[in-house]
């Protein structure tokens, strides 16, 4: 079963310094937290800000290359975890049909907010997850904290992402 997700923003690992994309279901139920890549997260970022470049970047691209081609995202879906890697795919509604390309959820987030187009997470990756979470060589009094911070995000917790 599909989960529709949103969202929620970008923080970055106290740990690793990485940045982690928080995606939260519309019933503020279940939050997934994924770790992305610096540049994947700074094109989040620009446009959770409404930042508005003179060029666009790669996302930005893929996004005007879709419309002139009169291809529309349907939506974008995180399908599963493995090996502490998220897969993704984004389906497409072109003049040939409806298909599915294979992504990073990283991209294919950046590319559903610019397309204002819906995102899902299968809830065998939110299960994976949590279960990832458990299995974990964290400490219970980290994986209590980061709950803790997880549970508890609110909109105004989240600052501008340094680029």
Do not use: C
């Not at 930042?51 to 291809?71: M, S, W």
């Not at 980061?146 to 600052?159: A, C, K, Q, V």
């Amino acid at each position: 079963m599909l989960v529709e997700m949103k969202v929620a923003g970008i923080m970055l690992d106290p740990v690793s310094n990485m940045p982690i994309i928080i995606l939260r279901d519309l019933a503020e139920k279940d939050t997934l937290p994924i770790w992305i890549g610096v540049v994947e997260a700074s094109s989040i970022a620009m446009q959770l800000e409404k930042i508005k470049i003179p060029r666009p970047l790669t996302h930005d691209l893929l996004k005007n290359i879709l419309e002139q081609l009169q291809v529309s995202v349907l939506k974008i879906e995180v399908t599963d975890l493995r090996d502490n890697t998220f897969f993704a795919l984004i389906h497409l509604e072109t003049p040939a049909g409806v298909m599915a390309i294979d992504s990073r959820p990283s991209d294919a987030i950046a590319l559903a907010l610019r397309t204002e187009s819906p995102i899902f997470v299968d809830d065998k990756v939110l299960e994976k997850s949590r279960r990832m979470e458990k299995e974990s060589g964290f400490s219970s009094e980290n994986k209590d904290k980061w709950r803790e911070i997880l549970e508890n995000l609110r909109p105004e917790d989240f600052g501008k992402y340094k680029q």
